[in-house]
């Protein structure tokens, strides 16, 4: 049984290090020249770059600027993709790899840049990647990596070796990458993007949307906003017509934290596929300490013990990391993002018919290079102009490769069997009082599926179990104490409230199990 940490701090290191920000709500209608909708790193740098560019700019976020996926990172701002240029090679050819590359290392220099620009101080610090594999299996398709990783222009290289605590195989190895601290990033950008006459609403649910020649947007609390263009930067497109949601796979990674002494702690950052995906990094704490974060245990929302992983995350930080088992405090928090059909994402018109609807999605885990990468590109479409040579490689229109479709329908079929499995089952338990506190459960109440909780203090609530997106029935995640659905990756607080779209509307409410007589 190994030693509990002191502590632990169910928050991102991120969120619980910077202060809340408090933009107010849309309370009236407006016209702009473009709305942009969500308020992370995809968001606010397209807003950023708009409004440096003379647009008037609107900025609507359902809940907080960063404090959704880009408040919930790692924050490793790079290039290197894991395994991701001998595939993208195999897949698309060696010119649409070589485009991905200067497209990420493009957006690490100008991350870089932009905090040298305008003074923000977020932590920034050059380090190397590396993707590492310890079976001697995998090293041939590592070597490969590092060779495709070179071909695509990058100064890749494969070394043997690291700073890591335990052995590797092979390893492939980029030098001048970025890592920092997103919300200090972000929130420091939100404040220039005001200053130069943007405007950003929080708390701002954006519900409906009319896409023509002039868009409107209509919010949550019946308030509009008019424009010319709208930009979707929701982390998952939340509105359907797009159909993008069939080409998207929603998966969660979980994140532990601690620190340990400065000279214990990797000035590289890793990546590992193997062991169902592994990430380390360290950022600074104090003078004698640097934070390690540790991310992996890669799945599906909605889909198994959530608990479980986060303690097979912790073990294996505990055990690789020696410093990480000594340490007081840990923080723990959960991430998500998309994956492409092709590995891509999805950055630009957001369907053929659409002249001035923009999307940004399916970053695939690599939201921080991407997010930036967005914002240049689409401010290219909008503002006009020679737009970047990897503007076609982004095309949201574009068709997949004839050897993704298998993988496209491989998804449907995975939600196909969620929508019509799920509703065989007569429950996810036999009754409410089978639910433990702190633990919810789908249940059967008066012919109706409900997703009931049961929170510390044994005081029980209710909701409807199916997903307001498409009506999947969600699954209770025992770590984060939230709602989750299957198909596409909506979340939902234990009270039904919206966390990650693509759902726009929460959970309707029940009566509580504990109010009928």
């Given at each position: 049984m190994t030693e509990q940490p002191r502590s632990s701090i169910d928050e991102s290191y991120w969120m619980a290090t910077t202060p809340a920000t408090h933009y107010p709500a849309l309370d009236t209608d407006l016209t702009a020249d473009v709305v942009v909708v969500g308020g992370g790193i995809a968001g606010l740098c397209t807003a950023w770059d708009l409004v440096r560019a003379g647009v008037d700019v609107v900025v609507l976020e359902a809940d907080r600027i960063a404090a959704g996926v880009s408040g919930y990172t790692t924050a490793k701002m790079s290039a290197a993709h894991g395994l991701m240029y001998a595939q993208?090679?195999?897949?698309?050819?060696?010119?649409?790899?070589?485009?991905?590359?200067?497209?990420?290392?493009?957006?690490?220099e100008r991350t870089a840049s932009l905090c040298a620009e305008l003074g923000i101080d977020a932590d920034l610090e050059r380090a190397a990647a590396f993707t590492y594999v310890q079976d001697p299996d995998r090293v041939d398709e590592v070597r490969e990596e590092a060779a495709a990783a070179r071909r695509a222009g990058l100064d890749a290289s494969f070394v043997t070796s690291t700073e890591l605590p335990f052995d590797i195989a092979g390893a492939v190895r980029v030098a001048d990458q970025l890592?920092?601290?997103?919300?200090?990033?972000?929130?420091?950008?939100?404040?220039?993007?005001?200053?130069?006459?943007?405007?950003?609403?929080?708390?701002?649910?954006?519900?409906?949307?009319?896409?023509?020649?002039?868009?409107?947007?209509?919010?949550?609390?019946?308030?509009?906003?008019?424009?010319?263009?709208?930009?979707?930067?929701?982390?998952?497109?939340?509105?359907?017509?797009?159909?993008?949601?069939?080409?998207?796979?929603?998966?969660?990674?979980?994140?532990?934290?601690?620190?340990?002494?400065?000279?214990?702690?990797?000035?590289?950052?890793?990546?590992?596929?193997?062991?169902?995906?592994?990430?380390?990094?360290?950022?600074?704490?104090?003078?004698?300490?640097?934070?390690?974060?540790?991310?992996?245990?890669?799945?599906?929302?909605?889909?198994?013990?959530?608990?479980?992983?986060?303690?097979?995350?912790?073990?294996?930080?505990?055990?690789?990391?020696?410093?990480?088992?000594?340490?007081?405090?840990?923080?723990?928090?959960?991430?998500?993002?998309?994956?492409?059909?092709?590995?891509?994402?999805?950055?630009?018109?957001?369907?053929?018919r659409t002249q001035h609807l923009y999307v940004a999605t399916g970053f695939g885990g690599w939201g921080m290079s991407n997010g930036v990468m967005a914002g240049s590109l689409l401010t290219a479409h909008i503002v006009g102009g020679p737009r970047p040579a990897w503007t076609e490689l982004y095309d949201p229109r574009r068709l997949p490769p004839v050897r993704d479709v298998g993988t496209l329908a491989s998804q449907q079929v995975t939600v196909a069997k969620h929508f019509v499995g799920d509703r065989l089952r007569t429950s996810h338990v036999d009754s409410v009082a089978d639910i433990p506190p702190g633990s919810g459960a789908v249940v059967r109440l008066d012919g109706q599926r409900c997703a009931v909780y049961r929170d510390e203090s044994g005081k029980v609530s209710a909701v409807s179990a199916r997903c307001t997106h498409l009506g999947?029935?969600?699954?209770?995640?025992?770590?984060?104490?939230?709602?989750?659905?299957?198909?596409?990756?909506s979340r939902f607080a234990t009270d039904g409230t919206v966390l990650h779209g693509p759902a726009t509307h929460p959970l309707e409410t029940r009566e509580s199990p504990e109010a009928k007589p």
């Open positions: 993208l090679e195999a897949k698309k050819g060696g010119d649409d790899a070589r485009l991905y590359a200067l497209s990420q290392q493009d957006a690490v890592q920092f601290h997103p919300r200090k990033f972000l929130l420091a950008l939100a404040e220039h993007i005001t200053r130069a006459g943007g405007r950003i609403f929080e708390r701002s649910r954006v519900t409906d949307l009319h896409d023509g020649k002039r868009c409107r947007l209509t919010t949550e609390s019946g308030d509009t906003v008019e424009a010319g263009d709208v930009v979707v930067a929701t982390h998952y497109p939340i509105f359907d017509r797009t159909l993008l949601f069939t080409q998207l796979k929603p998966h969660r990674e979980l994140v532990v934290a601690a620190p340990v002494p400065s000279a214990a702690a990797p000035a590289g950052m890793y990546i590992t596929p193997e062991g169902g995906k592994r990430s380390l990094r360290s950022a600074p704490y104090d003078d004698e300490h640097r934070l390690l974060v540790v991310t992996g245990e890669s799945f599906e929302p909605g889909t198994g013990d959530v608990r479980q992983r986060l303690q097979r995350l912790e073990d294996w930080a505990r055990t690789h990391l020696p410093h990480f088992a000594e340490a007081h405090d840990v923080y723990r928090w959960g991430a998500q993002d998309n994956d492409s059909v092709d590995g891509v994402p999805y950055v630009g018109h957001a369907h053929p999947c029935l969600v699954h209770f995640n025992n770590a984060e104490r939230a709602w989750e659905c299957p198909c596409h990756g």
